[in-house]
């Protein structure tokens, strides 16, 4: 008799201990579901609405790209560059993504690669005879690709370069031209970043709309 009341006390005495630990490993999920679900409602839906209309009201051209658009019709981006054909057209710096947005990128070789050195060779070449230039006078950003290949941006000098053929090829005289390259160039950022720059997709457009012009 007391052998089977001692046996029997341990194992009463252990099921009350394995409740309590099993009740709390089912309630410690309960505050982390909870704090997941929460952040994912605050930070992963919630900020990003309020982000996104935020910068809507704000800012609505940027919020939508930047876009520049003509008689309803979006022409391109004033952030992302794009060839223009023929001689009555500013043309941007060269693109290692050939202009696509969704394959932006570098060529990723380095300044003593022999293919770079040839290719910029190579475009010098080309600029200066486009140009109807000596191969000294034409500006390094005529011939070099942006890191991402999308730079829609040139120096002053590389757009002033442009203005004889431009204004030739369009009947235009010279000065016209310069003048709106002149009125397309924007100081550094807030006066203090960056170089002077002329955009040259807003440059295009102006042109075309000079042209359309009575």
Known sequence: MNRSLATS???????????????????????ALVLGLASLLLLGLAYALAATSA?????????????????????????????????????????????????????NLARTNPALQERVQASIAAVAVREGVAIAQVPSDLVTQSGAGMDPELSPAAAQLQVARVARSREWPA???????????QGPQWGVFGQPRVN???????????????
């Open 9 to 31: 006390l341990p194992r009463a005495a252990r099921a009350p201990a394995t409740r309590a630990a099993t009740l709390q490993q089912h309630g410690a999920w309960r505050p």
């Open 55 to 107: 910068s809507r009201l704000l800012f609505p051209a940027q919020a939508d790209g930047s876009l520049l658009i003509r008689d309803g019709q979006v022409r391109g981006s004033q952030l992302i560059a794009q060839p223009f054909p023929g001689d009555g057209y500013f043309q941007a710096r060269p693109s290692a993504a050939n202009y696509d947005p969704m394959a932006a990128a570098g060529s």
């Open 200 to 214: 040259v997709m807003t440059l295009n457009l102006a042109l075309d709309d000079l042209k359309a012009a009575p």
């Open 175 to 185: 000065e016209r031209v310069a003048a709106l390259v002149q009125a397309h160039t």
